[in-house]
């Protein structure tokens, strides 16, 4: 049975809920199972990814949470700080499903909550590779 990880950065609770709560739902249709690690904010996910990475408990990763554009340009730094700790990761070998919304307004976001279903569906999708490619090496 596959198990997953998701990792949820609850610095917009309201909007982690939403994304955990689809991506949930995806992970049941496909019969997986799942834990819950939550962290402060999207900068915190590829850490705490990288911590469970190399227990061998988990076969995915799934990366979710928010970050809006403020009047700083620390958007930009969370943003592909997160995005290149991620890639990182996934180059040596997690199978993560990026769910982390870069928005500029809240309404934006409200607009793309369906986006935890599709990133566990990019999971589930990056395991099977994994698992096809450790097959035949």
């Known amino acids: 049975m596959t198990h997953v990880l998701i990792v949820s950065a609850n ?24 834990d819950i690690a939550e962290v ?22 799934l990366a979710l949470g928010c970050v809006i554009r403020g009047e700083t340009t620390h958007y930009d730094y969370v943003c592909s700080e997160s995005a290149r700790g991620l890639m990182k990761l996934s180059l040596r070998g997690a199978a993560i499903g990026y769910g982390i919304l870069t928005v500029e307004t809240e309404e934006q976001a409200r607009a793309r909550l369906d986006k935890g279903a ?15 490619f450790d097959a035949t090496s």
């Open 11 to 34: 610095f917009y609770p309201d909007i982690a809920e939403a994304l955990v709560r689809g991506a949930e739902a995806a992970l049941n249709k496909a019969g997986a199972t799942w």
């Open 118 to 132: 599709f990133a566990a569906g990019a999971c589930l999708r990056m395991i099977e590779l994994k698992r096809r």
């Open 40 to 61: 402060p904010g999207a900068f915190e996910i590829p850490a705490a990814i990288g911590f469970a990475a190399g227990n061998k408990i988990y076969d995915g990763f």
